[in-house]
């Protein structure tokens, strides 16, 4: 026997709320979520790579550390032998009055050297930070792309370091948003010869600091991956439960249309 109208409207009703009922399993709504127990496992797994990650991350910043600090003790020196108050100094002129940066009295307008270190002297370049970078995806549920992308500075100007953020690390040298300071030429007297040989000696430990990073960043870049994936499998969970209440709110809706004398007095009888 043919169903009726109503009955088939009491059909759709049980459907759609037992399709509810599952998505607020999924969700959790009122209840344990069906994927508690796996977000509970992935979100263990993550930690248990932290100890690892930032063991090797500290010594990763230690190195950008100390390579900085050789920075600022280099861009010490090199103010002090240039000097800022004397015409006696270890730069060489290359503009300014007679020929030379002659000091100036009225804070460089006249031409002079206002002081500190400037353009005025030859081999003036400015001298920037090496950083550590953390590259993070997002793995944000509310969003259908896990992989955006956004960069946490690791090592700045101030010699300030974190450890164990992002989703893989990398090294820029002499990275130009973060000036350390500048560098001049130094004049060939036996006191400006010894601070350009500390200076030199300073930029070859620079140089072998820098070698170190290969033995570190490869290694915990590759336990990130391994992470990463955990994260990504919480991403696709979390991202099963957006998507769930989205489904549920459609399936709300549509109960509504089912059970609202604004839409039901349209039913055909």
């Not at 820029?172 to 973060?178: A, D, E, I, L």
């Amino acid at each position: 026997m043919p169903q009726s109208n109503n009955a088939k409207t009491e059909l759709v009703i049980s459907d759609i709320n037992e399709r509810i009922v599952r998505e607020n399993q999924i969700i959790g709504f009122n209840t344990t979520s069906t994927l508690q127990a796996r977000i509970d496992e992935t979100n263990s797994l993550i930690d248990a790579y932290n100890p690892a990650i930032k063991g090797i991350d500290a010594k990763i910043v230690s190195i950008g550390q100390s390579i900085n600090q050789l920075k600022d003790e280099i861009i010490t020196l090199v103010s002090t032998a240039v000097g800022t108050s004397t015409e006696f100094y270890c730069g060489i002129a290359s503009t300014g009055p007679g020929g030379r940066c002659a000091i100036s009295t009225d804070g460089g307008v006249d031409g002079g050297w206002a002081g500190g270190i400037s353009t005025c002297l030859d081999g003036y370049a400015t001298e920037y930070y090496d950083t550590v970078t953390a590259n993070s995806w997002g793995f944000n549920s509310n969003s259908t792309n896990p992989f955006d992308p956004s960069t946490t500075i690791l090592s700045s100007a101030s010699n300030s370091f974190g450890v164990g953020v992002g989703t893989f690390l990398f090294v820029t040298q002499n990275n130009s948003s973060y000036s350390a300071g500048a560098r001049v030429s130094l004049g060939s007297s036996s006191t400006c010869q010894a601070t350009q040989t500390e200076i030199n000696r300073k930029d070859g430990e620079i140089a072998t600091l820098r070698t170190e990073f290969g033995k570190y960043i490869g290694v915990v870049n590759s336990i990130r991956e391994q992470r990463w994936k955990s994260q990504l499998e919480k991403w696709g969970i979390e991202r099963a439960q957006q998507e769930s209440q989205t489904e549920k709110d459609r399936l709300v809706g549509v109960l509504t249309a089912f059970t609202d004398s604004f839409y039901t007095n349209l039913f055909l009888k």
